[in-house]
């Protein structure tokens, strides 16, 4: 079971994803297991604002990154991560094996989620529903101005 994961990201090779169960775009309920080859992250440290995600480590010993540090976590593990600040987080394999895990994820009723993107000061919002000026969900990014760039 889970041979072959499906490539996400083809300009990220290293990284491995499939979905599990195909859900109608109002589904809250979103699920998909993932692979990192060595050296590789989920992907950049992040809060959601609007949606709550649940890891379980399947096989390997991936480093977890939080608001209060990293630590590696065992297989078997599972760690909630509320949606708001203290839900922030990345997953990086800094072992020599492969690293899977399973992420699940309920997403608000409204559709709606704000994604920060903590280390490079950037914003993404998306909807699950369509616009109705662009006819297909929205999502887009937007750069903050740090603080050090006020001063």
Do not use: C
Request: no cysteine; hydrophobic share 40%; aromatic share 6%.
């Amino acid at each position: 079971m889970w041979a072959d994961l499906g490539v996400v990201d083809e300009d990220d090779a290293g990284i491995r994803g499939e979905r599990l169960l195909e859900r109608a775009p109002g589904d809250r309920l979103r699920s998909a297991v993932w692979e990192l080859d060595p050296g590789k992250a989920s992907g950049q440290y992040h809060v959601h604002h609007a949606t709550e995600e649940l890891l379980l480590v399947l096989r390997g010993r991936p480093t977890l990154r939080t608001p209060d540090g990293e630590r590696q976590l065992e297989e078997g593990d599972i760690v909630h991560f509320p949606a708001g600040p203290a839900g922030a987080h990345q997953v990086v394999n800094r072992s020599e094996k492969v690293v899977r895990y399973l992420m699940a994820a309920a997403h608000s009723l409204s559709g709606l989620d704000v994604i920060e993107y903590l280390d490079d000061s950037q914003v993404v919002v998306w909807t699950a529903t369509e616009s109705p000026q662009q006819g297909k969900p929205l999502f887009f990014v937007h750069e903050l101005e740090r603080e050090d760039a006020r001063d």
